[in-house]
């Protein structure tokens, strides 16, 4: 009973502090309560440097979050609002670096990580197969001794027994 | 062949070291300024000491001047101010202040009582010019040329130190620019 009044509670929470930014930041349509949410929430506070700007309550934050919601009350599209602050507080404030020179690290290397690695994998896999492909490959000769030495031997282990006893 | 495959982890730990001593003693608070190279955001601000006159951004054409950005509200812009005064009168640096969401007695209140080093101080109390220039921790200063251009910014308090390891030769660099 209490676990469930426990979760009501954490449920009409949550939705109260969704209304509250609703109301803070009221918007008429819900495209562009949606389009806000996103941009906030893509936005990286300079300050703070692990929250984006929906959760964080430091000043520049604020000031940024009020920036954003003239932008999207004006009708501008995501990319405007991502460019105006950008060319304020530098490509560090969005999430998603965009690709250019400075950045093709970035987004290149876990590409070449996984390129790398499937390539070892290949590596490993086709290795292994030759491996036991060359095992089991003897030459019509080989296999012959191979078969003499098994039935010579046989008898010869017996015997050696037979003597023991 | 087989050879060469087992120095592939010796070569992986030697990449991530160069990778990793790069980034040794480098402050990931330290962000550089979206506006070097660019010209300082237009604004029409009030004057901290009369509220009448309206100063526009030609207030820093025709020497290099820094811009200091801050507030009463700011303890390490206080530890900073004793410098400032030293770098206004000891070295004749124009530092333009830009009181950033702040209260107009007690700056005037604070001036008087620990020194006026800003040869011109604009009152920002909604913070929007210091928004346009992306300001994100009170104190910065910045290094503008004679033409108005952003060179340089500096986060955190000027001293001595900063100033003769950096600002002082980036003045002297856009100086004889100019």
Redesign the interface.
Known sequence: MLRLLTLALLLTGSLLAQAATNDLYPLDSEADRERFRNLTKELRC??C?NQNIADSNA??AE?MKD?VYRMVREGATEEEVFEAL???????VRYRPQLEPRTVMLWATPAIVVFGGVLMVIGVVVRSRRNTEGASSLSDEQRRRAEKILQTDEPDTTGGSGTGT | MKRLFLFIPVMLAITLGVVMYAGIGKDPMHLESALIGKPVPAFELAQLENPDVMLRKDIFNGQVSLLNVWGTWCPACRDEHPDLVWLAEEKGVPIVGLNYKDNRDQALQWLQSLGDPYTVNLFDPSGSLGFDLGVYGAPETYVVDAEGIVRYRHVGVVNEKVWYETLEPLIRKYSREG
């Open positions: 300079p300050k440097q000043p520049i000031d920036e950008v060319g304020r507080f530098g490509e560090f």
